[in-house]
């Protein structure tokens, strides 16, 4: 399917790290524009539980965080 996308008043600061980043990676700046979106929207990764526990910095006793009345 094609579309077109338009965006208008945009900073010209921003248009020139976009020129810079598709050089950067030797692509055209349309072909930079799309890498970009597909990127932003690609679904994460999904991780267990347990591995994102497992990779938490150990801070301290559990008492820590106890409730105090």
Do not use: W
């Not at 349309?30 to 990764?45: K, Q």
Request: proline content about 6%.
């Amino acid at each position: 399917m094609a579309l077109t996308l338009t965006f208008t008043d945009t900073d010209e600061l921003l248009i020139a790290a976009l020129h810079k980043r598709a050089r950067a990676h030797g692509r055209s700046l349309e072909d930079e524009h799309r890498d970009i979106l597909r990127n932003a929207l690609r679904p994460l990764p999904k991780r267990p539980l347990d591995d994102i526990l497992r990779g938490m910095p150990d801070v301290g006793l559990d008492t820590d965080f106890e409730r105090r009345c």
